[in-house]
């Protein structure tokens, strides 16, 4: 049975830092190319990094410089480091499976505000 299961979310000040991760099972991780999704409000889902298998990483431009998508193969797990964080990066946030048939886990909120 495949599974994506995220945690790390949660309520932070602008300016703060959060680590995702993402836990996966049921699926060759080591092969796979994994990615961080976000669906704001009322906004249609949005890319946030990629990581290919073999470790070249993506990211939209609204993010560059502020988050580090990694990965574990050794605990199939997927992170994404978020610093500096903003208003705008409140959001519902979601791993996925890029490559071969896509899955997606059930998304952790994370809500930056004062």
């Known amino acids: 049975q495949v599974q994506l299961v995220e945690s790390g979310g949660g309520l932070v000040q602008p300016g703060g830092s959060l680590r995702l991760s993402c836990a996966a099972s049921?699926?060759?991780?080591?092969?796979?190319?994994m990615g961080w999704y976000r669906q704001a409000p009322g906004k249609q889902r949005e890319l946030v990094a990629v990581?290919?298998?073999?470790?070249?990483?993506t990211y939209a431009d609204s993010v560059k410089g502020r988050f580090t998508i990694s990965r574990d193969n050794t605990k199939n797990a997927v992170y994404l480091q978020m610093n500096s964080l903003k208003p705008d990066d409140t959001a519902v946030y979601y791993c996925?499976?890029?490559?071969?048939?896509?899955?997606w886990g059930q998304g952790t909120q994370v809500t930056v505000s004062s």
């Open positions: 990581i290919r298998s073999s470790g070249y990483t």
């Open positions: 049921g699926f060759s991780f080591s092969i796979s190319d």
């Open positions: 996925k499976r890029v490559s071969g048939t896509v899955y």
